[in-house]
């Protein structure tokens, strides 16, 4: 089983959309083992987008990020990180794929409404800047066997 990091960015926030995009990752099948809502100060914007840094766009990134709130979770399943950037679609919703969220919530690139790790490093060094290992919840879910053979 894997970990990921997904957060409904404030535009998705702000928007209303939190309920949808969770209930896709549920009816996924997927296990939601950490879940919270925090505003993201600029220190750690620029540590989550720390490979953007000197890019015309981390600036404007940065301000976005951290202009409301967020609401930031870990998602357990099999190869859930591939499988969550799959959900997500391409990062220009103009380029993603028919059904994905960001297809379906988005026009720009960015205002994108989520994020979503896009390796196994990312998702450890992710979760770790966002929650305490305290705030991660190991718990069965009775409905495994119906999700996974
Ligand atoms: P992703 O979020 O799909 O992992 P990324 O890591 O390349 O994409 O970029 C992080 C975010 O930065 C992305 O979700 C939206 C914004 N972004 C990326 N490229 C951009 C660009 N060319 N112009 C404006 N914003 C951009
Ligand atoms: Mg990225």
Redesign the pocket.
Known sequence: MERTFVMVKPDGVQRGLVGDIIKRFEQKGLKFVGLKMLQITPELASKH?G??QGKP?FE??VKFITSSPVVAMVLEGKDCISLVRGM?G??DPKKAAPGTIRESYGID??R?VV??S?SPESAVREISLFFKDEELIDYELSLDSWIYE
């Open positions: 987008y490979e953007h766009f404007g990134l997500m391409a990062t690139i960015g994108n994020h979503g896009d």
